[in-house]
């Protein structure tokens, strides 16, 4: 049974979560006429080729944990898998990671054209503002989100983490600077940024109080994490066609990782104690979180 | 006298208004240690660089217009400055118009690196939107605006313009669509869309009537054509020197713009029609809209 099936059955409701997330993106995905149409197409390639939708689920499931419905979620939901998407294009740019492959598909620039792919992930950007500041509800909701998201996609989170991530790779990267505290500094803002907003935001929607929101951003924290040490065991312990990506490229470059600085066994250590880390901000809210315990299960032991 | 000067002379006030827009900037281009300092220093360089603060000054006039206060004014006036410095250090890159001088500097991806470009305008377009939802009151003004900013960056305005503006450069771009309507349809998005969102933001900021709105964004429509047909005409008839930038690219490139279809002359004609249109859309606002008469009449004498 793979990680997805996994997931699948033990949340019966998935599906339809996942179903209602990708219509709202559709939503969100469709333009009239002044949208040019090859923009408009990148836009749509990236960002609803199959993914496991995780940001957006962390929405939906955080504002149900705490008392909200689906639909209150869906606006933020869509507005968050947009950002992914809009990083993922510009990640992949030969300028950047120079990546060919995704999900299993060639990357958007190749697919379409560098300037394409460029513009498609600044379209990307600005549609996710723009879908919680005209969807979401009431008005002080969507804009205590839209603060949420904009500094999470910011300079302090998303795209800096980014940027540190490329520093850590240049010859001239300070010795002193290769250990995990590092690593985690770039990921906790990296992957970790984008969790931790999808997860206040879904508490936003529930309109749940101050308390509830720090916990959500705790769980994000260690989600976040979490993800991303899995992220680095797979990368070396996979092969191309399991991960629908190219593998060992981390290694090749000898970009910091966590097997690369703690060893794998260590590095399933720390995910095993991020996973411990992760039910103990959870306990508090009880069945409600269940979805969110199954998720971050999911994130540690998939295969992909 | 320079047209600079000239405006300067018309306008006591203009030193004050650029000062405040430039303290609001620097303001929203200061980061904690969070802010990778390479990252940052590439957003502050095209952002702070030497400019005419067009966009801003539309928001704070239209505001004063409309008998709002700059203050009130302000974070708007920062925002959509943030979102024309991402768009211009983007559409410099190699793989969009390819400039290496921009203000009379090397552009943002010749004085650091093309990542660190892709990233710094990332980060600038996420700025501009935190900015509007942290710093603008009362809290359905930001929401407003952020709706207005949103929508005018994106698929449909801004980018969309930019791309449709590269698909005409395309060897294979239909010949039925090398007319004045399609150009116009390019501009009134490329650069039309942040004219127009910086008229409405500051009536929205002077919680003006949907009547005076819509005579700022009529206002705004041909302000935005004059700005690109005089852009284009200095392109054909000035030095490097004169423009701190490269000069008859655009013939160079066989790239579509007025002299290009309509020759210089009646390119020039267009320009005084759309400056007596401006006028025109302005005429029920009496002496309060001066400095915006003021400045279409700048865009349109300006020699660089």
Redesign the interface.
């Known amino acids: 049974m793979s990680a997805s099936d996994a997931l699948e059955s033990a949340l019966p409701g998935l599906s339809e979560a996942v179903a209602a997330v990708e219509a709202e993106l559709d939503r969100a995905l469709s333009?009239?006429a002044?949208?040019?149409e090859?923009?408009?197409a990148a836009?749509r390639y990236m960002s609803l080729a199959p993914g496991k939708r995780l940001r957006p689920l962390l929405v939906v499931w955080s504002c149900e944990a705490l008392g909200g419905s689906v639909q209150r979620a869906l606006p933020a939901a869509a507005a968050v898998e947009l950002i992914h998407a809009?990083?993922l294009i510009?990640d992949d740019?030969p300028?950047?990671d120079d990546d060919v492959l995704r999900r299993g598909l060639p990357t958007c620039h190749v697919a379409f054209?560098?300037?394409?792919a460029?513009?498609a992930?600044?379209?990307l950007?600005?549609?996710a503002?723009?879908w919680v500041?005209?969807r979401m509800h009431p008005?002080?909701a969507?804009?205590q989100c839209?603060?949420i998201l904009?500094?999470a996609?910011?300079?302090?989170?998303?795209?800096?983490g980014?940027?540190?991530d490329?520093?850590a790779e240049a010859d001239d990267f300070p010795v002193e600077r290769r250990r995990v505290e590092w690593l985690e500094r770039i990921h906790l803002?990296k992957t970790g940024a984008l969790f931790r907003a999808s997860l206040q935001m879904g508490a936003v929607a529930a309109e749940a109080s101050d308390e509830d929101l720090a916990r959500m951003d705790a769980f994000g924290r260690v989600l976040g994490l979490a993800f991303q040490v899995k992220d680095d065991l797979l990368d070396c312990e996979s092969s191309p066609e399991d991960l629908g990506k190219k593998t060992q490229k981390d290694a090749g470059r000898g970009k910091l990782t966590y097997p690369a600085l703690l060893g794998v066994e260590a590095s399933r250590e720390r995910l095993a104690e991020l996973h411990r880390e992760a039910d103990e901000a959870l306990a508090p809210l009880g069945p409600a979180a269940d979805p969110l315990r199954t998720l971050m299960r999911f994130v540690v032991e998939r295969k992909r």
């Open positions: 333009f009239g002044d949208g040019p090859r923009l408009v836009m809009y990083s510009h740019l300028c950047m054209d560098e300037a394409t460029v513009l992930g600044d379209a950007q600005a549609r503002f723009e500041a005209r008005e002080s969507a804009l839209l603060r904009a500094t996609a910011g300079a302090e989170r998303l795209v800096g980014q940027a540190d490329l520093a803002r």
